[in-house]
């Protein structure tokens, strides 16, 4: 029997990353960049106000102060995105607004709080003069020209993954588009007679075809993009309809068929399109798994995932293997899960010496400490111990069992706010 990081690495043996292709910012978020952003120009372009106010000379204001305030003339105005068209000089200053280019002669910007424009606004009094209540260090409230990116500098360099500031800097070099490691298409196929589609009317003996969606879900969580393929009965021919219409696919996932106690069809047919490797995983649940690699006519080779039918198991293993492929078609390192050190309110049970990833909600306690409490049935039919669950508690494959109060590691599976 395999341990789970034994079965990871030979699964992560088939992948390679994917192409790199051109992405609009908008559709960029979370994938990986491939090439270095290297800065056209310098960012600011010119130096620029920090603030809403005043252009000064320093050494007109060194003086200044509310029961002193110093008088100017003002000349101009100077908003943002337009250009001087004048320099201060001895005795004047320039209102200007944040982000606009620095007048030729001024070395700092008074904000409008330290004028006395607002009185003068209330009272008539002259606009065309301005008091300045506070004096001015040199360069006070200037931005200097490339202060943020300085033009040839490499700002962002390829391997990075593209958070909402990595597109933010590269919207701010003038790109509309990034070269970034493309996004797997991983195609889904649900095999079973007992089979319904969702919408579909309900019918005595079967069951709604909950594994597609939740492992598409998962799918666009960790960066790629799923297509379901539908439903394959118990028979070759549809089995292989369905496996053909899912070869333009980066992968193939699968869910039932891979246990000792199935049909023989699936096996029997994953076996003739290619590679097929059957499994049993040192983990609970999900023990049942497979894997290989599916070949078309054309000789283009997908690799395949086989989960197992029920639907804590697909879940499960889609977390511990897909999630990994995913990201190294996508560029991105293999990194555990997050976790966390929670106390246990429930036992987790290992009866027979497998790793047990047991469904948990992980909330604080009044002092802060990490606890969590099981979801429920934690049988693997059992799909709305998922749902309650925001991590994976683990007893480990040696250890026969965590009691009330003792620690254990939580993968977590989302982070949401209120377990902090």
């Known amino acids: 029997m395999l341990s789970v990081e034994e079965a990871r690495e030979r699964i992560l043996s088939y992948f390679e990353r994917l192409p790199a292709v051109s992405v609009p910012l908008t559709e960029a978020l979370g994938q990986v960049l491939a090439e270095d952003m290297v800065a056209r120009f310098n960012i600011p372009p010119l130096p620029n106000s920090a603030m809403d106010g005043y252009a000064v000379r320093k050494a007109d204001v060194t003086e200044a102060s509310t029961e002193s305030p110093v008088e100017l003339e003002v000349i101009g105005t100077v908003a943002a995105g337009a250009l001087p068209d ?29 004028t006395d424009e607002l009185d003068r606004r209330k009272t008539s009094g002259a606009q065309d003069r301005i008091g300045i209540h506070l004096a001015a260090g040199h360069l006070e409230n200037i931005r200097d020209a490339g202060e943020d990116v300085q033009q040839g500098e490499t700002v ?35 095999t079973g007679d007992e089979l319904l589609q969702p919408g579909e009317e309900h019918q005595p003996g079967k069951i709604y075809n909950s594994n597609a969606y939740s492992i598409a879900s998962m799918v666009i969580k960790y960066g790629g993009e799923p297509r379901i393929k539908g439903i394959a009965k118990d028979t070759v021919e549809s089995l292989k309809a369905a496996l053909d219409d899912a070869m333009d696919a980066d992968l193939v996932v699968t869910s039932a068929g891979v246990s000792k106690g199935d049909y023989d069809v699936v096996k029997d047919v994953l076996s003739s399109k290619g590679e097929i490797a ?25 690799p395949h995932l086989g989960l197992p039918g029920n639907p804590v198991s697909a879940m499960v293993a889609f977390e511990q293997f897909g999630r990994s492929a995913l990201r190294k078609m996508m560029g991105k390192p293999e990194r555990a899960k997050s976790s966390v050190q929670a106390i246990m309110d429930d036992p987790i049970t290992n009866h027979d010496g497998r790793r047990v990833y047991a469904r948990v909600q ?5 002092s802060g400490q990490y606890r969590a409490r099981s979801t429920g049935n934690q049988s693997s039919g059992v799909l709305k111990s998922m749902a309650l669950a925001n991590g994976l508690a683990i007893c480990p494959d040696d250890i026969g069992m965590i009691d009330v109060g003792e620690i254990a590691t939580v993968e977590m599976l989302d982070w949401p706010d209120d377990i902090f």
């Open 278 to 302: 059957l499994w049993s995983v040192r983990m609970r649940p999900a023990k049942p798994l497979a894997f290989g690699v599916l070949q078309r006519g054309d000789g283009k080779k997908v």
């Open 86 to 114: 004048r320099p201060v000089e001895q005795g004047t200053a320039i209102r200007i607004m944040t982000g606009a280019p620095v007048p030729e002669g001024a070395d700092a910007v008074v904000p409008f709080e330290d």
């Open 362 to 366: 992980v909330y604080t306690d009044e």
């Open 156 to 190: 962002l360099s390829s391997g990075q993954i593209l958070r909402s500031g990595e597109l933010g800097v590269i919207a701010s070099l003038g790109f509309d588009e990034v070269s970034a490691f493309r996004r797997p298409v991983v195609a889904i196929v649900s």
